[in-house]
C-alpha cells in the first residue's frame, strides 16, 4: 500500500491503460479490428460491383426486347432476378449470418443464371449482336463480371485471413470471449463461378 501512496492515482491509472492495451494487443485484439475493416471493405467492392450489373441490365433487357420480343420467359426471368436481387436487404449482419449469406448468393446467382440464359436467346439475333447499344452493353456487362470475380476473391481471402485468427491459439480465446465467430464466405457451389466470369461474349 505504501508503494501505491508514492504515485499520483493519474500515474496509476495511466499505467493500467497501458497494461490493458498490451494484453488486448497480446491476445490479437487489435488485428481482429484490422481484419475486420478489411472484410467490411472487400464486401462492399463486392456489393458495389453486383449494384453496378444490376443497373446495367434494364437498358439490356429492353434493348433486347427491340429485336426479340417474343422472349417474354427469358426477358421476364431476368427482371424477376433482378427485382430479387436488389431488393434484398443488405445488412451488415449479413457478414456474420451464414443462411442470410447463403441467400444472397442464391439470389445473385439466379440472376447469373437468368442473364446466361439471356446471353443465349441473343446469339438467334444477328441484327441484335451488330447493335451499338448492345455491343456496349455487352462490354460493360463482361467487364463488371470480371470485376466481381476479383472483388468476391478479395472477399474470400479477407475471410480467410479473419477466420484462421479467429480459430488459432491464443487468439481464439479473445474470439470466444468477444464473440468474434467465423465468418460465412463463398460456397463451394460457386468456386466455378468464382474462378472465372460468365462468358457473355456473342461473336463477331
Avoid at 498490451?22 to 471493405?41: M, R, V
Avoid at 441467400?103 to 444477328?126: D, H, I, T, W
Avoid at 460493360?140 to 476473391?153: C, D, K, P
Avoid at 460465412?184 to 461473336?203: D, L, M, Q
Wanted: aromatic letters at 10%.
Amino acid at each position: 500500500m505504501q508503494l501505491f501512496k508514492q504515485y499520483p492515482a493519474r500515474l496509476i491509472k495511466a499505467f493500467a491503460i497501458i497494461a490493458l492495451a498490451s494484453t488486448l494487443s497480446a491476445c490479437g485484439y487489435n488485428e481482429f479490428q484490422t481484419k475486420d475493416e478489411a472484410i467490411k471493405a472487400a464486401w462492399s467492392e463486392v456489393v458495389n460491383q453486383y449494384q453496378r450489373r444490376a443497373d446495367l441490365i434494364p437498358n439490356l433487357v429492353n434493348t433486347v426486347k427491340g429485336y426479340a420480343s417474343h422472349e417474354r420467359e427469358t426477358l421476364e426471368a431476368v427482371t424477376k432476378a433482378r427485382a430479387a436481387a436488389t431488393s434484398f436487404q443488405i445488412t451488415p449482419e449479413v457478414l456474420s449470418d451464414p443462411e442470410a449469406f447463403k441467400k444472397f448468393q442464391q439470389v445473385q446467382g439466379e440472376l447469373s443464371s437468368a442473364l446466361s440464359r439471356l446471353m443465349a436467346v441473343s446469339e438467334n439475333y444477328p441484327q441484335l449482336k451488330a447493335d451499338t447499344s448492345f455491343r456496349d452493353l455487352q462490354s460493360q456487362l463482361e467487364g463488371t463480371e470480371n470485376r466481381i470475380t476479383v472483388a468476391r476473391q478479395r472477399y474470400i481471402a479477407a475471410v480467410q485471413d479473419y477466420n484462421v485468427l479467429a480459430r488459432s491459439f491464443p487468439s481464439n480465446l479473445t474470439a470466444m470471449v468477444l464473440k468474434y465467430n467465423v465468418k460465412p464466405t463463398f460456397t463451394v457451389e460457386n468456386e466455378k463461378a468464382i474462378s472465372s466470369a460468365p462468358t457473355v461474349s456473342f461473336g463477331k
